[in-house]
Nanobody, 124 residues
Framework: QVQLVESGGGLVQAGDSLRLSCAAS????????TGWFRRAPGKEREFVAA????????DYADSVKGRFTISRDRPKNTVYLQMNTLTPEDTAVYSC?????????????????WGQGTQVTVSS
């Protein structure tokens, strides 16, 4: 089983940037699609972005497209979420997720392994 640990959250001002990290460890970390989700206070969990195992194919929610970038460093077993031009509406707990899909260029928005999450707060 893979374990996921997020880091990089914090308090920033509107317009700032932040980079989140999702480090994977465990029995095997190969062949996984990795994604980011967020849950704002009082709202449902929302898909943010996903990246294929190859790192070539990415998928973004419309609300973050053009501002957020997901990337993968396979030797480090880490996936990043670079968030630029943050707004107060981006305030949420951000969680990474993984799902074993042994197709190198596949992505998905359905996951079954979750990290604990990291808080991102954007002040106006």
């Amino acid at each position: 089983q893979v374990q996921l640990v997020e880091s990089g959250g914090g308090l920033v001002q509107a317009g700032d940037s932040l980079r989140l990290s999702c480090a994977a460890s465990g029995r095997t970390v190969s062949g996984y699609v990795t994604g980011w989700f967020r849950r704002a206070p009082g709202k449902e969990r929302e898909f943010v972005a996903a990246i294929s195992w190859s790192g070539v194919v990415t998928d973004y929610a419309d609300s973050v497209k053009g501002r957020f970038t997901i990337s993968r460093d396979r030797p480090k077993n880490t996936v990043y979420l670079q968030m630029n031009t943050l707004t107060p509406e981006d305030t949420a707990v951000y969680s990474c997720a993984a799902r074993p899909i042994y197709l190198v260029h596949a992505t998905t928005r359905e996951f079954d392994i979750w990290g604990q999450g990291t808080q991102v707060t954007v002040s106006s």
